[in-house]
């Protein structure tokens, strides 16, 4: 899976007004706020002579799609440029300790606005990504997968891949979400086609689809909720 981000405007942080950079911003406005290319800048701190820390954290970020993030080490980031050891080191521990922490809170999410909490930060990609949220017999949280990036239609959404890891965990039931990136978030005739195929595929599998949300940076919108398709 490719990174797709909205990149900051600046590209160093010194470039940046003191109250928009990350630290500055996580203090005024609260670490949710921040894109993902924002908080590994905020870890990072400051880049090597002739590489902007953006452009490091763009590099962790593309490297880290095609890991499992679960067991990253060190010497998986030894290719980044300007990111040197200590500072892979940090980002292996900080990404350990955010897992260790979630893996054991398991949160049950029976409405779509505790959902969207786990998801906003995908609200600034600049492609539509299809994301499945895997959840067992209480709603509890077992894991959330991004499913395809770019275009969301029937053709290149496969039940095969939406059930895969669903399966594996025996799961009791999914949502669907992915975002739009223009902000619209009126769902088009390709996410209600992709909705009613994995529906049916549910079925027959035994887990149900309970949603599909549409989502941008700061909003969202629950097909259930507004009655854009029937849930069985």
Same mark, same amino acid.
């Given at each position: 899976?490719?990174?797709?981000?909205?990149?900051? #405007?600046?590209?160093?942080?010194? #470039?940046?007004?003191?109250?928009?950079?990350?630290?500055?911003?996580?203090?005024?406005?609260?670490?949710?706020?921040?894109?993902?290319?924002?908080?590994?800048?905020?870890?990072?701190?400051?880049?090597?002579?002739?590489?902007?820390?953006?452009?490091?954290?763009?590099?962790?970020?593309?490297?880290?799609?095609?890991?499992?993030?679960?067991?990253?080490?060190?010497?998986?980031?030894?290719?980044?440029?300007?990111?040197?050891?200590?500072?892979?080191?940090?980002?292996?521990?900080?990404?350990?300790?955010?897992?260790?922490?979630?893996?054991?809170?398991?949160?049950?999410?029976?409405?779509?606005?505790?959902?969207?909490?786990?998801?906003?930060?995908?609200?600034?990609?600049?492609?539509?990504?299809?994301?499945?949220?895997?959840?067992?017999?209480?709603?509890?949280?077992?894991?959330?997968?991004?499913?395809?990036?770019?275009?969301?239609?029937?053709?290149?959404?496969?039940?095969?891949?939406?059930?895969?890891?669903?399966?594996?965990?025996?799961?009791?039931?999914?949502?669907?979400?992915?975002?739009?990136?223009?902000?619209?978030?009126?769902?088009?005739?390709?996410?209600?086609?992709?909705?009613?195929?994995?529906?049916?595929?549910?079925?027959?599998?035994?887990?149900?689809?309970?949603?599909?949300?549409?989502?941008?940076?700061?909003?969202?919108?629950?097909?259930?909720?507004?009655?854009?398709?029937?849930?069985?």
């Amino acid at each position: 899976m490719q990174y797709i981000y909205r990149p900051i #405007e600046f590209k160093s942080i010194k #470039e940046i007004p003191r109250d928009s950079r990350p630290r500055e911003k996580m203090r005024s406005e609260g670490v949710s706020n921040l894109s993902d290319l924002e908080l590994v800048c905020s870890i990072i701190g400051k880049g090597q002579k002739g590489r902007p820390v953006q452009d490091i954290a763009e590099d962790f970020l593309q490297t880290i799609s095609s890991l499992n993030v679960a067991n990253l080490s060190p010497e998986d980031l030894n290719g980044i440029k300007g990111l040197g050891e200590a500072n892979s080191a940090l980002l292996c521990a900080s990404l350990e300790l955010g897992r260790r922490f979630l893996s054991c809170r398991k949160k049950n999410l029976s409405r779509p606005a505790d959902i969207f909490d786990y998801l906003r930060h995908y609200g600034d990609r600049m492609q539509e990504h299809l994301i499945c949220i895997i959840l067992n017999g209480a709603l509890e949280l077992l894991a959330i997968k991004v499913i395809t990036v770019g275009l969301i239609n029937r053709t290149v959404c496969h039940p095969r891949e939406v059930f895969a890891d669903a399966v594996a965990l025996r799961a009791s039931s999914i949502i669907l979400a992915h975002n739009h990136p223009s902000g619209n978030l009126e769902p088009s005739m390709n996410d209600l086609d992709v909705t009613d195929s994995i529906e049916k595929a549910g079925r027959i599998l035994g887990i149900r689809l309970m949603d599909h949300i549409i989502f941008c940076q700061d909003s969202y919108r629950s097909m259930l909720e507004n009655g854009d398709y029937s849930f069985c």
